[in-house]
């Protein structure tokens, strides 16, 4: 028992970040898509731009849904708390989201688009924002009382560090957003793409660089981690294959590549979610309440893991064939 | 006003809400899906292009649906966390996991397929496409599966021990298979196939009053009806089902909503209020119209009462629902309208055999085209009535008779739910006035009865026009 005891969190810590992270990665080019359809030169681009997401945004937004299921079945302390200390970003994300997805049905009937377009794009912005103002104030730490209750204020998420990773967030998005149009659109549409995708890679590369370098003034959870020597291998090779990727990205636009940038740019993300993942772990409400001091019964992790254990494979083989049904280029009906 | 009322109130205002804007939308994702997915069989055996001008035209329907039910969903999860996390943590092992459990198996599914289903004719064969429709149809009802086997968990919790403010799990199946599960399942899904023939009845009676397009919509009438046939009377049996359950788990609830005071002993026949002015101050009714000796017969179906019936006033007041005008009425709404909606099948069957169902009888009679045009309002109507007895009448526990609301509600500034809950009100009165706006325009424009089919199936050999036959005829 003992060791189902340490290992069932643990499982279910990966399988979250799993879920996190194929979120991110599969609505980040969502909402990267919805910001960029703000600059659309006109109604036709911006149709185009819908039209790659039609398919896909509603599965790929259900990652995040079956991610606060898992969080709140495997560890309903840290579902709670966590919630709780962020009320004010998780709505505001929410708004967005609700939003986003109305605007994008709304606008397909209507004849006067252009409320729906700028619903579309505030919506994704929103979305973008808030959960980087979620993910910073988790990564700075949410104050927490011996049972792991939430004790701060509610106004917890409003700093600068916070709107730091916001605004990188953003720039993620739009990197990831851009170089997903550039596998899904060509000629002036794609060029263009590659413009907002040279940028984005320079605006998320100092975001990056701004959140590495003030983290550890923000938390000193996280000053200790990173100055910890057990985890120095990880806090040297992490940064090298980021400066490879980056690189790489760079010159896979300046080649004009369709499918590398996206490429690179999923790797970046994943190599990102990694050093999250090193920085936090075993923690589940950072600093200092434990996947094993939050976690469910181990008899309801199990449970949970054989349903949904069984399930993610399957997901992943039906979302990858409607990706594979829709490949190739978009065009305007 | 709202600064008034306590975070308790305000989180249970927030919910009810919530849950009341959402429950417009899975309605049509779960029972117009069944809907798509017979009238995609009928294309797929009969290769007549009539069907797939059906299924093209009800999908657009669905997908603006689907896309505010979808968004609208996220509130109801998430704030499970934010407003009500000592809940959460009480019954999160269970609770939890079947919401994962549904976004897993039931979401997904329906989210993963829905992409082929809308965009995806061109795309892929049309077995795949038929396939893809069925799972998007599998997926919705299975959600009602997970969500109604949560809610009556909460209704008649059962599976595990309840200790240190906390529920923990022995028997997993035994906390899905809880004893409201299997008939709240049933109720739910007949009511969500049911409300959506009501609509397509009702689209198509309004379509058909203004002549447009006759045979398309004289069909999606005619197909909905006989649904409607199978589905309204089982859902009287089923309802009455809930009902009797309702009196063998929940005495509490089933005195608010029969409005009944005073204790009923066993062997007496009591009367039964079909209206009533239920006062709670005084605790009695001020007023009632009663049928004499009814009441055992609903319950037991037997002239007097097998067991006595417990009456409100023999509960301390902490520990039954209030609101009972609301609940009473509540109850008596949505049978009415179950009852009505089954009586307007049969008449709308009877006038079917008598041969009146033509396309000209909906310009003849607008009492009967309007009959049916206010029948999908008030499908929608007594869902959110059933919803209301449902868990208004669970009160005041979250959990029954383990968790009182007022302990399940997490602290919060009064502000911050303040802010949220009136976000959500404007924001949903918009929402809603703009899918009715836009569903109205996709109604008044009517399907593009010159759609050919993909890859040219079926186009040019099949009959002109496809009718179901009269069923005296």
């Known amino acids: ?333 | 006003m709202l600064a008034t009322f306590d975070v308790v109130t305000l989180s249970r205002l927030q919910f009810a809400l919530t849950a009341i804007f959402h429950m417009l939308w899975p309605v049509l994702s779960t029972g117009l899906a069944i809907f798509l997915v017979v009238l995609e069989a009928i294309w797929l055996r009969t290769s007549n292009p009539l069907y797939y001008r059906q299924a093209r035209f009800w999908a657009k329907l669905y997908v603006l649906n689907f896309g505010i039910g979808v968004a609208s969903g996220l509130p109801m999860e998430f704030q499970f966390g934010t407003n009500w996390a000592p809940l959460s943590e009480f019954a999160g092992d269970f609770f939890g996991s079947v919401l994962g459990f549904e976004g897993a198996m039931a979401f997904m599914l329906e989210a993963g397929f829905l992409g082929i289903m809308l965009f995806g004719w061109q795309k892929v064969p049309p077995v795949i496409h038929f396939l893809s429709t069925v799972m998007v149809a599998f997926g919705a009802n299975l959600s009602v599966f997970w969500i109604l086997s949560a809610n009556s968990w909460l209704q008649t919790p059962a599976g595990g021990t309840f200790s240190d403010g906390h529920f923990n799990v022995q028997n997993y199946f035994s906390a899905i298979n809880n004893p409201f599960m299997v008939k709240s399942v049933i109720h739910m899904s007949l009511a969500t196939v049911e409300t959506s023939m009501l609509v397509v009845a009702a689209i198509s009676a309004w379509s058909l009053m203004r002549q447009k397009a006759p045979e398309f919509f004289q069909f999606s009438f005619k197909l909905a009806l006989v649904i409607l046939l199978a589905v309204a009377p089982l859902q009287i049996l089923a309802g009455h089902e809930s009902g009797v359950q309702v009196a063998e788990r929940q005495p509490t609830k089933l005195a608010a909503i029969e409005a009944i005071w005073e204790d009923e002993p066993a062997g007496t026949s009591p009367a039964w209020a079909l209206v009533a002015v239920p006062d709670e101050a005084t605790g009695s009714n001020r007023w009632k119209l009663s049928v004499p000796g009814a009441l055992s017969w609903i319950l037991e179906s037997r002239p007097q009462l097998s067991k006595p019936v417990r009456g409100l006033n023999s509960w301390p007041a902490d520990q039954r629902p209030h609101m009972v005008g609301l609940l009473f009425y509540a109850f008596r709404v949505m049978i009415a309208i179950g009852m009505a909606a089954a009586a307007l099948s049969v008449l709308s069957l009877l006038l079917w055999w008598r041969g009146g169902l033509s396309a000209e009888s909906f310009v003849r009679w607008p009492w009967f085209s309007w009959a049916w045009i206010l029948s999908a309002p008030a499908g929608y109507l007594a869902i959110e009535a059933g919803w209301v007895v449902r868990c208004v009448g669970r009160q005041p526990w979250t959990v029954y008779g383990q968790l009182r609301t007022a302990d399940a509600a997490s602290v919060l500034p009064v502000g911050e739910v303040i802010t949220s809950l009136s976000t959500f009100a404007v924001l949903y009165s918009a929402l809603l006035m703009f899918a009715l706006y836009f569903g109205a325009r996709i109604i008044a424009k009517g399907p593009n009865i010159t759609l050919e089919p993909p890859g040219g199936r079926g186009s040019g050999a099949a009959p002109a026009a496809a009718t179901l036959p009269a069923p005296g005829a």
């Not at chain 1, 189902?4 to 194929?22: D, G, Q, R, S």
């Not at chain 1, 919506?123 to 979620?134: I, M, P, R």
């Not at chain 1, 120095?232 to 990727?245: E, K, N, Q, T």
């Open chain 1, 1 to 333: 028992m003992d060791f189902l005891e340490l290992f069932m969190p643990t499982v279910w810590f990966v399988i979250l970040a799993l879920f996190l992270l194929l979120y991110v990665i599969l609505d980040g080019f969502d909402l990267g898509v919805g910001i960029l359809s703000l600059t659309s030169p006109g109604e036709d681009q911006r149709t185009i731009l819908m039209t790659s997401l039609g398919n896909v945004w509603d599965a790929n937004e259900t990652w995040l849904v079956l991610m606060g299921g898992a969080l709140f079945g495997a560890f309903p302390l840290a579902y709670g708390t966590i919630l709780k200390a962020l009320y004010g970003p998780i709505y505001l994300m929410i708004l967005g989201l609700i939003l986003r997805a109305v605007a994008f049905e709304f606008r397909e009937n209507a004849i006067n688009k252009r409320p729906w377009n700028l619903m579309f794009g505030i919506g994704s912005v929103l979305a973008a924002a808030s959960q980087g103002v979620c993910l910073g104030t988790v990564l700075a730490g949410i104050p927490t009382d011996a049972a792991g209750h939430f004790t701060g204020s509610a106004w917890i998420w409003v700093n600068p560090s916070s709107l730091l990773v916001a605004l990188t967030l953003i720039q993620g998005y739009v990197l990831i957003g851009s170089t997903y149009l550039i596998l899904k659109t060509s000629g002036e549409l794609q060029r263009l793409h590659v413009r907002t995708a040279r940028i984005a890679t320079a605006t998320t590369l100092m975001g990056a660089l701004a959140i590495t370098f003030t983290a550890p003034f923000a938390s000193e959870t996280l000053r200790q981690r990173l100055f910890d020597p057990a985890f120095l291998p990880f806090f040297v090779v992490l940064p090298l294959l980021g400066v490879a990727l980056i690189v790489q990205l760079f010159r896979s636009l300046a080649l004009q590549q369709e499918v590398w940038p996206f490429v690179y740019t999923v790797l970046l993300f994943i190599l990102s979610f990694a050093g999250l993942g090193v920085m936090v772990f075993p923690a589940v409400i950072p600093p200092s309440v434990t996947i094993f001091q939050a976690s469910a019964s181990v008899t309801s992790q199990v449970f949970m893991l054989t349903f949904i254990g069984v399930l993610i494979p399957i997901m992943l083989f039906y979302n990858i064939y409607n990706y594979i049904a829709f490949r190739g280029k978009v065009s305007a009906e």
